[in-house]
């Protein structure tokens, strides 16, 4: 799937397959928290993301615990 654009915000976001920021845009992900079973990708080494690229965390105290890690997070399982 390609992020080109800003997500509406979010409970919470799960990547369990591939997700890339398109080249061209600014890209924005605001959430609770995210997990990432899959891939995220914004850029590679070869080819850096010439944009802005921000993943705000929205994630509450007391509010759902993600993957044993806390309220909010950006966190990486299994994934790349």
Known sequence: VVLDGA???LASL???GTLVA????DVAITAG???VEGTLRVGTAERPHGRA???TLTGAPGSADV???GTRGLVVRGGS
């Open 22 to 25: 398109a080249e061209a845009a």
């Open 7 to 9: 997500t509406a915000p």
């Open 67 to 69: 993957a044993g890690t």
């Open 14 to 16: 799960t990547v369990q």
């Open 33 to 35: 928290w995210v997990l």
């Open 53 to 55: 690229a921000r993943i």
